[in-house]
């Protein structure tokens, strides 16, 4: 097994191709992608140190592991962490080829002293068939000292091996019941419409439905959030650059609603080999009374269901994705605490954690 590391910049951008490739073959998730990764690292933490580890067995890649040490918390405590380069969402996995996991981990393992700077805490995610696999090499890190502890995250889905399945959840009858009431209800105040942009962008039109897409988020509850894309200029740099580069490459998907000619919600999604994400959502608060948000998710996975899409990720579990969705995935994220006082430390601070968090 050969280990190439790549730590700068520009050395990223030299394996590109080859990460691309890769990913589409064996990790074809959006959150394992290059462009969703370097983006991340560009934004988030564009000065930090970072490693991508590149496995090789007989000059044949067979595994990537990106990890970007950041000044974080745990459970409430100040540490220096490594995780993935995107660490809010955090669903970029260990990308090593099943037959290749063990190995390559504990050969990284034995060395991360060579490629990891000082650390309290490690953070990698794991698929549900990743973790099974590596109960014992969990178990055996627990063996010689260290302190792991794991907590579980859901990932809501939507599949379907037709338009008809996929309809028969999204537009069943109580739902068209629910949709055509919203609808009513809206058009009985104010001339409502929804609009669904045709995917040939360029690069001027690119940039006014950015804008026109800010302008609602403006008046959304959401400018309040931590991760507010019109106020913390990291989040809107990420996310721009995605809605950019799908954009592109013609595989944006954009709508918005209308009261007349007035933009009051919008949403938009990408499709990367040949599954939809839906990223943004977002409504004028001013209109909540309406559920314009509800309603135009519904009215944007219709169209691209009737378009042929059959593969959804929602990249996470609140309400509304369970509501649009039929399935759900397991990730796991394991926390891996070095040997300092510190992080013994934080050992004991963690029964303390709001997060449950299952000690291995």
């Given at each position: ?171 069943s009858k109580k739902r068209r019941h629910e ?182």
């Amino acid at each position: 097994m050969e280990l190439k590391v790549l730590d700068t910049h520009q050395g990223l951008i030299d394996f590109q191709k080859e990460w691309e490739h890769f990913s589409q073959r064996h990790f074809p998730e959006l959150f394992n992608s290059f462009i969703w990764n370097f983006a991340a690292l560009r934004n988030f933490f564009p000065d930090s140190p970072f490693v991508v580890l590149a496995f090789y067995h007989s000059d044949e890649l067979v595994g990537i592991l990106p990890l970007c040490l950041s000044r974080s918390t745990f459970v409430k405590m100040p540490v220096r962490k490594y995780d993935s380069f995107e660490q809010a969402i955090g669903l970029t996995s260990v990308m090593v080829l099943n037959n290749y996991l063990e190995q390559c981990l504990s050969l990284f393992w034995d060395h991360a002293d060579k490629y990891l700077s000082a650390f309290h805490t490690l953070r990698l995610t794991l698929t549900a068939a990743q973790f099974d696999q590596l109960n014992n090499w969990l178990k055996n890190l627990s063996s010689q000292g260290l302190t792991l502890f794991s907590s579980k995250k859901k990932v809501i889905c939507l599949n379907g091996k037709s338009r008809e399945d996929l309809l028969k959840i999204i537009f069943s009858k109580k739902r068209r019941h629910e949709y055509r009431r919203m609808e009513k209800r809206m058009r009985e105040k104010f001339p409502m419409q929804t609009i669904h942009v045709d995917n040939s962008y360029n690069p001027a039109s690119l940039d006014g439905y950015w804008k026109r897409f800010i302008d609602v988020y403006k008046k959304s509850w959401k400018i309040k959030s931590h991760r507010s894309i019109s106020e913390i200029p990291a989040e809107h740099n990420f996310y721009y650059a995605l809605f950019k580069g799908y954009g592109q490459q013609q595989r944006l998907f954009l709508s918005f609603m209308q009261d007349g000619e007035r933009d009051i919600a919008s949403l938009w999604s990408v499709e990367h080999y040949g599954k939809i994400y839906p990223l943004q959502i977002t409504y004028n608060r001013d209109y909540g009374s309406y559920s314009p948000g509800t309603y135009l998710i519904q009215d944007h996975l219709l169209k691209l269901i009737k378009n042929g899409y059959h593969q959804f990720n929602y990249m996470g579990s609140q309400t509304i994705k369970q509501y649009f969705g039929n399935t759900v995935n397991l990730y796991y994220d394991i926390n891996i605490l070095n040997r300092d006082l510190y992080s013994q430390l934080l050992h004991h601070m963690a029964r303390f954690s709001r997060k449950p968090l299952a000690p291995l």
